[in-house]
């Protein structure tokens, strides 16, 4: 039991470091945009599309990362994602150019895919059923405490008058840092093939796995469909919050710290939402979510500039509260022996969608003005209600 509970540990505090560094790169895009789209004039289409190449950039391999991590095991992977991810933002803090920019987009967006599917699998397997759950929700909570934490700090070193070539630089060496202190912990805690501590069923040998591993590719199916609008509705939201707030009139410091208020209340969203799912069942706790999810929308757009920074923090709740209830959900319908695949698919398609949202969002904000795409917005986070109850609470069916 005691190097179960050492694994059980060490996992908990690679995959979370990880998260911590990964999302707060990652996220800091997000209040980078304005300042790249004021410094090469970009417009909404243009903001749209440097976000949607870092996010195919990001789900084209985050589609492999299962397999990957199954070649060279969840710990190699996620050391190779920091690096480059530091490296992109290394790069980026030199790029003089639109074009350098995408490109280092491009390099930060494959290194965030080598993260999630790995780092989920390593979590499943080195917990019992009865406190993966918890483990995982653990885990998905240190990504916002990054996310917060890095866009935090951007918008206070940008208000005191550094600059972002400045501040990318400094991010990209604390991803590659960190990439070298996971390595020299991980030491031989977890060889590949040899991280699982599942339960075997009581006295017969497992049937072999074939394909993906998913266990009920009805309920998968339906949960793709939810996780990829939900996702669509997340990245958009976020992406484009600061722009809302800079058409409201606010500084481009206050912008970008709408966006930070936002993925402050992500934190809050993620234990309120998994407890609100306990207590009135998945389906209605996200159809609950998804609707104020949509009308928290429409009240930014139409609330004075103070009441619309106040609602951020709500707003951000509901918005990014959902995906602890399907990630979580997520773990019941793969096989354990088939986790980082089954995790780097589900991951991969939220991730496409992460990359069509802001871009077609972009597209009707050049076209029809900002506020309508918000509105547009509120009413796709409607469209992953009716999907949601095709899910199955327990999936025993083999696929």
Not at 26 to 36: A, E, F, G, R
Not at 316 to 345: E, K, P
């Amino acid at each position: 039991m005691g190097s179960i509970n050492s694994k059980s540990k060490t996992a908990i505090s690679i995959t979370c470091t990880t998260h911590i560094v990964q999302d707060g790169v990652s996220s800091t895009i997000l209040v980078l945009l304005p300042i790249l789209a004021q410094t090469f004039g970009f417009s909404y289409a243009q903001v749209g599309l440097l976000k949607g190449a870092k996010s195919l950039s990001q789900a084209a391999l985050e589609f492999c990362s299962g397999w990957m991590s199954e070649q060279i095991g969840e710990c190699r992977l996620i050391i190779v994602g920091l690096a480059l991810s530091g490296a992109g933002y290394f790069l980026l803090s030199n790029a003089p150019s639109a074009l350098l920019v995408t490109v280092c987009l491009l390099v930060i967006g494959a290194g965030t895919a080598l993260h999630h599917a790995p780092s989920s699998a390593l979590i499943a397997n080195s917990y019992l059923s009865t406190k993966r759950n918890g483990a995982l929700g653990i885990y998905d909570a240190s990504g916002d405490v990054g996310k917060l934490a890095f866009t935090g700090c951007f918008s206070l070193a940008i208000g005191v008058g550094l600059a972002w070539q400045q501040i990318s630089l400094m991010y990209g060496l604390v991803a590659i840092f960190a990439a070298f202190v996971i390595a020299v912990a991980k030491r031989s805690t977890f060889r590949r093939r040899h991280s699982s501590i599942h339960e075997e069923p009581n006295g017969t040998d497992q049937p072999e796995v074939k394909g993906w591993g998913i266990l009920n590719w009805r309920s998968f199916g339906a949960l793709l469909v939810v996780t990829s609008i939900d996702t669509m509705v997340q990245s958009s939201v976020l992406v484009f919050v600061a722009f809302l707030m800079l058409s409201k009139g606010l500084s481009l410091t206050l912008a970008t710290g709408a966006t930070v208020l936002l993925l402050a209340g992500g934190i809050f969203g993620k234990a309120g939402c998994g407890y609100l799912a306990d207590r009135i069942g998945v389906r209605s706790a996200f159809a609950v979510i998804q609707t104020l999810t949509a009308l928290g929308l429409i009240a930014v757009v139409v609330a004075p500039n103070w009441l619309a920074m106040a609602l951020l923090l709500p707003l951000g709740a509901v918005v990014q509260g959902t995906s602890s209830i399907t990630y979580g959900f997520a773990a019941n319908l793969i096989d354990h022996r088939r986790m980082a695949r089954g995790y780097a698919l589900l991951y991969s398609s939220g991730t496409f969608a992460s990359a069509i949202g802001p871009l077609a969002v972009g597209i009707v904000a050049d076209r029809f003005g900002l506020e309508t795409a918000i509105y547009v917005v509120a009413l796709i986070a409607l469209l992953a209600i009716p999907p949601i109850f095709a899910l199955r609470a327990v999936s025993t069916q083999p696929a």
